[in-house]
Nanobody, 118 residues
Framework: QVQLVESGGGLVQAGGSLRLSCAASGNVFRINYMGWYRQAPGKQREVVAEISRSGSINYVDPGKGRFTVSRNNRKNTVYLQMNSLKAEDTAAYYC????????????WGQGTQVTVAS
């Protein structure tokens, strides 16, 4: 099993910044990609960014240019630096860890709320 614990969410003014952290524990060797999804009220969950153990990064449009994902393999932690936050970034942000193909099993964190006040 793998446990993922997020931290760093909260309330911020539009234009501000937040850094989310997600620490993995347990059988972390199973994990290749780690990343972030978000889900706003009334909307589907969408992927924000992910990074492989070797540092390959995938971004999705919602945060491209404003969000930066990074990872510390020694600490088994993935980060999401969010700058120039907008009201539409308000959502619950979920960390995930995914095992390599072919299994592609995904572990999830409990989520952390980000609220951007306009």
């Amino acid at each position: 099993q793998v446990q993922l614990v997020e931290s760093g969410g909260g309330l911020v003014q539009a234009g501000g910044s937040l850094r989310l952290s997600c620490a993995a524990s347990g059988n972390v060797f199973r994990i290749n990609y780690m990343g972030w999804y978000r889900q706003a009220p009334g909307k589907q969950r969408e992927v924000v960014a992910e990074i492989s153990r070797s540092g390959s990064i995938n971004y999705v449009d919602p945060g491209k240019g404003r969000f930066t994902v990074s990872r510390n393999n020694r600490k088994n932690t993935v980060y999401l630096q969010m700058n120039s936050l907008k009201a539409e970034d308000t959502a619950a942000y979920y960390c995930y860890g995914r095992t390599p193909a072919p299994r592609n099993y995904t572990y999830w964190g409990q989520g952390t709320q980000v609220t951007v006040a306009s």
